[in-house]
């Protein structure tokens, strides 16, 4: 099993920052990544797959990098909406065989 | 627009089975398969498996094989999870997620499933 890890588990961040999440999957798993922000009592957002790419209706401020294992979510200018928990998730294998990370918890400093 | 509605809460035994369903609209339900995610509360998502709509293929989490199916209903566009042998660690919310295996871009409410005694 792929195991994703990503770091911090918390992260503080004042409104209009930009916010840097990492994701590190423990082989390779290409570009197959996608990220989620989940507020609470919601269900999980999807925001970006393929590593890079934006879901339909995702703002600009929301970008993703990376690949193999090294992955980045960036959130440029933070807005008050922003503050969630997100979660990396990888689905390199088929028949799928889909882990997500731990996730990381942004909150306004 | 798409929508996937779920069944309400449940409150089981341990030992018992759950079966929770997840109705979609606004789109071909052939043409995608659902996934079933779980979240425990304050922890994050475990990916439970996945079926196709299309044929019925299904594939599930290792941890889960032989206590879970997942089957669909093309008639009412309905997709179910059923959890059997249930313990108080499968204490979670229950999510339906359209996808073809790989990511989810539309969601369910979430179903909250209780095991206690």
């Known amino acids: 099993e792929i195991v994703m890890t990503q770091s911090p588990a918390t992260l503080s961040v004042s409104p209009g920052e930009r916010a840097t999440l990492s994701c590190r999957a423990s082989?390779?798993?290409?570009?197959?990544l996608a990220w989620y922000q989940q507020k609470p009592g919601q269900a999980p957002r999807l925001l970006i797959y393929g590593a890079s790419t934006r879901a339909t209706g995702i703002p600009a401020r929301f970008s993703g990098s990376g690949s193999g294992t090294e992955f980045t979510l960036t959130i440029s200018s933070l807005q008050s909406e922003d503050f969630a928990v997100y979660y990396c998730?990888?689905?390199?294998?088929?028949?799928?065989?889909?882990?997500f990370g731990q996730g990381t918890r942004l909150e306004i400093k | 627009q798409v929508q996937l509605v779920q069944s309400g809460a449940e409150v089981k035994k341990p030992g018992a089975s759950v079966k929770v369903s997840c109705k979609a609209s606004g789109y071909t339900f052939t043409s995608y398969g659902i996934s079933w995610v779980r979240q425990a509360p304050g922890q994050g998502l475990e990916w439970m498996g996945w079926i196709s709509a299309y044929n019925g293929n299904t594939n599930y989490a290792q941890k889960l094989q032989g206590r879970v199916t997942m089957t669909t209903d093309t008639s009412t566009s309905t997709a179910y999870m059923e959890l059997r042998s249930l313990r108080s660690d499968d204490t979670a919310v229950y999510y339906c997620?359209?996808?073809?295996?790989?990511?989810?871009?539309?969601w369910g409410q979430g179903t909250l499933v209780t095991v206690s005694s």
């Open positions: 997620a359209r996808g073809t295996g790989t990511t989810f871009d539309y």
């Open positions: 998730q990888q689905y390199n294998n088929w028949p799928p065989s889909i882990t």
């Open positions: 082989q390779s798993v290409s570009s197959n």
